[in-house]
């Protein structure tokens, strides 16, 4: 399955677009900085 992974520095945002797209269906992870983004992707 595929997952997406939204990368913003607007914590409330990222939350509202992980739960819309999970309402329609698709797997989506939110990262905050550089850091986290850069381990989320090595998983």
């Known amino acids: 399955m ?3 992974l939204l990368i913003d520095d607007d914590q409330e945002l ?3 677009l992980v739960s819309w797209l999970a309402q329609e269906g698709f797997v ?3 990262c905050h ?3 986290s983004a850069r381990a ?3 998983e």
């Open 2 to 4: 595929s997952e997406l």
């Open 14 to 16: 990222c939350e509202l």
């Open 28 to 30: 989506a992870r939110a």
């Open 33 to 35: 900085d550089g850091q």
């Open 40 to 42: 989320a992707l090595a």
